[in-house]
């Protein structure tokens, strides 16, 4: 073997694998353009604000709608995805996400996550937690159905006591159940969870690429790179000794999970 | 235009297929093939053949959902066999680097491998992949498979030239390690 079968061998790697590699870091230089925009628009308010106080002209706290940093958003559920303020389209929704969700397999979902359910399966020596949850859907754009719920998975993995992998959301979901989802649908594909021979497709059609929550000041945070403690995953799923053969024969929902309903 | 309706005139049969692919696409493949091969008429020959490649497969297997990376498969593809049937001293200074690199992950040389041990040895590299960080899986991604440089990767993922090459020094050594442990003979 030499360099170039390696050089070959790359031919293989999964197409969401090189998706994922090539989009990582646009969405924070897209963070980085928004909150330049954020500051101009920001200095342009406080100039604003200072000429009318200037006036004497008297100016409520709720005239001023942009904020350092966030993007306040009508989380009303008749329509989540546009802005209070103006009645447009979020910045980062109407261009990152609008071309995210472009391609076929991916789904953009605003609703509420429940039935949380994790479990843990080791292999070569690294720890997997696949959590499955159950969504009820709010709002959806494409691919997804219009309402009802859905079943969505996701994985972490634990390395060195830290969890990381790919997508990093399990805990927070726990904590803000009402979010947007980005999920990838490819109920036909096999998506292993590293060596452990689990395909998460057989547990749930979507499987999750991303997730939005809400912070308090209503702007939408991408936690998708979020990296959490290994602490936070204590207590949140047991020790079943977990293989192939349990999945096999095991409904994913009995008997050894451990349920957080909310 | 959008890619499922590029993908449809593939299937219809419709050699406007190929124009829209190269108005959409075609400045991004030939950098790619150029990386690669370092000559601007070997890039575009190999952009054309992947043109081809995508004409007579795409009807039977249309790639939904990632037909820009598909493309850059076929002339990635195209060109690494042009390098390779050069001699060392005329292939390119980034494909020397980049090969030159890979040698601290295998080093015997020896002769090329079928496909199928290619796709072999390709499912490793994936669930190697898997296993690492997003930064890091960009970094690898970024080099080894888009062959760009360690500048525009530094620059795209703003890092420094040197926390860029530490990655990437440390991807090839945990590759090594893991590739080894699978009982790949390196």
């Given at each position: 073997m030499?360099?170039?079968?390696?050089?070959?061998?790359m031919?293989?790697?999964?197409?969401?694998i090189?998706?994922?590699a090539?989009?990582?870091?646009?969405?924070?230089?897209?963070?980085?353009?928004?909150?330049?925009l954020?500051?101009?628009?920001?200095?342009?308010?406080?100039l604003v604000?200072?000429?009318n106080?200037?006036?004497?002209?008297?100016?409520?706290?709720?005239d001023?709608t942009?904020?350092?940093g966030?993007?306040?958003v009508?989380?009303a559920?008749?329509?989540?995805?546009k802005?209070?303020?103006?009645g447009?389209?979020?910045?980062?929704f109407?261009?990152?996400m609008?071309?995210?969700?472009?391609?076929?397999n991916?789904?953009?979902?605003?609703?509420?996550?429940?039935?949380?359910?994790?479990?843990?399966?080791?292999?070569?020596?690294?720890?997997?937690?696949?959590?499955?949850?159950?969504?009820?859907i709010?709002?959806t754009?494409k691919?997804?159905?219009?309402?009802?719920?859905i079943?969505?998975?996701?994985?972490?993995?634990?390395?060195?006591?830290r969890?990381?992998?790919y997508?990093?959301?399990?805990?927070?979901?726990?904590?803000?159940p009402t979010a947007?989802f980005v999920?990838y649908?490819?109920?036909?594909?096999?998506?292993e969870?590293?060596n452990t021979?689990i395909?998460v497709?057989?547990?749930?059609?979507?499987?999750?690429?991303g997730?939005?929550?809400?912070?308090k000041?209503?702007?939408w945070?991408?936690?998708?790179?979020v990296?959490?403690?290994?602490?936070d995953l204590k207590?949140?799923?047991?020790?079943a000794?977990l293989?192939e053969?349990?999945?096999?024969?095991?409904?994913?929902?009995?008997?050894?999970?451990?349920?957080?309903?909310? | 235009?959008?890619d499922?309706?590029?993908?449809?005139?593939?299937?219809?049969r419709?050699?406007?297929?190929?124009?829209?692919?190269s108005?959409?696409?075609?400045?991004?493949?030939k950098t790619?093939?150029?990386?690669?091969?370092?000559d601007?008429?070997?890039?575009?020959?190999?952009?054309?053949?992947?043109?081809?490649?995508?004409?007579?497969?795409?009807?039977?297997?249309?790639?939904y959902g990632?037909?820009?990376?598909?493309?850059?498969?076929?002339?990635?593809?195209?060109?690494?066999?042009?390098?390779?049937?050069?001699?060392?001293?005329k292939?390119?200074?980034?494909?020397?680097g980049?090969?030159?690199?890979?040698?601290?992950?295998?080093?015997d040389?020896?002769?090329a491998?079928?496909?199928l041990e290619?796709?072999?040895l390709?499912?490793?590299?994936?669930?190697f992949?898997?296993?690492?960080?997003?930064?890091y899986?960009?970094?690898?991604i970024?080099?080894y498979?888009?062959t760009?440089?360690?500048?525009?990767?530094?620059?795209?993922?703003g890092?420094?030239?040197?926390?860029?090459?530490s990655?990437?020094?440390?991807m090839?050594?945990?590759l090594?390690?893991?590739?080894?442990s699978e009982?790949?003979?390196?």
């Amino acid at each position: 073997m030499n360099s170039y079968d390696i050089l070959y061998g790359m031919e293989y790697v999964d197409t969401d694998i090189i998706n994922k590699a090539l989009n990582y870091g646009k969405k924070r230089r897209m963070y980085g353009i928004i909150k330049g925009l954020s500051v101009a628009c920001l200095a342009v308010a406080v100039l604003v604000v200072g000429i009318n106080v200037q006036n004497t002209l008297s100016v409520k706290n709720s005239d001023i709608t942009m904020r350092f940093g966030v993007f306040p958003v009508n989380t009303a559920i008749e329509n989540p995805f546009k802005s209070e303020s103006s009645g447009a389209d979020i910045p980062w929704f109407s261009t990152y996400m609008s071309n995210l969700i472009n391609k076929d397999n991916k789904a953009l979902v605003y609703g509420t996550a429940y039935n949380i359910q994790t479990v843990k399966t080791t292999s070569d020596g690294i720890t997997w937690y696949i959590t499955v949850f159950d969504i009820i859907i709010i709002r959806t754009i494409k691919t997804a159905p219009e309402s009802g719920t859905i079943k969505a998975v996701c994985i972490n993995y634990d390395e060195s006591q830290r969890l990381s992998g790919y997508p990093q959301v399990s805990m927070d979901i726990l904590n803000n159940p009402t979010a947007f989802f980005v999920l990838y649908y490819e109920p036909n594909e096999m998506f292993e969870a590293g060596n452990t021979g689990i395909n998460v497709y057989d547990y749930a059609d979507y499987r999750v690429g991303g997730y939005y929550k809400a912070d308090k000041n209503g702007a939408w945070i991408y936690t998708g790179d979020v990296y959490f403690t290994f602490d936070d995953l204590k207590g949140f799923c047991n020790n079943a000794p977990l293989d192939e053969e349990f999945f096999a024969s095991e409904s994913f929902s009995e008997k050894y999970l451990t349920s957080n309903t909310h | 235009m959008d890619d499922n309706e590029i993908i449809g005139l593939y299937i219809a049969r419709d050699e406007k297929a190929i124009a829209e692919t190269s108005a959409k696409y075609g400045g991004y493949l030939k950098t790619v093939a150029l990386n690669v091969t370092g000559d601007d008429a070997d890039a575009e020959e190999c952009v054309n053949d992947a043109y081809i490649q995508a004409w007579n497969s795409i009807p039977s297997d249309p790639p939904y959902g990632y037909l820009k990376i598909y493309l850059c498969r076929l002339a990635r593809h195209a060109a690494l066999d042009v390098c390779r049937k050069r001699s060392a001293d005329k292939r390119s200074a980034v494909i020397t680097g980049i090969t030159e690199e890979l040698e601290q992950c295998v080093s015997d040389g020896s002769d090329a491998q079928t496909e199928l041990e290619s796709r072999e040895l390709g499912k490793l590299i994936n669930a190697f992949l898997k296993k690492q960080k997003p930064l890091y899986q960009a970094v690898f991604i970024r080099r080894y498979f888009q062959t760009e440089s360690v500048a525009d990767i530094s620059k795209k993922l703003g890092l420094s030239q040197s926390k860029t090459k530490s990655i990437m020094f440390r991807m090839r050594n945990k590759l090594k390690e893991y590739l080894e442990s699978e009982g790949y003979n390196i």
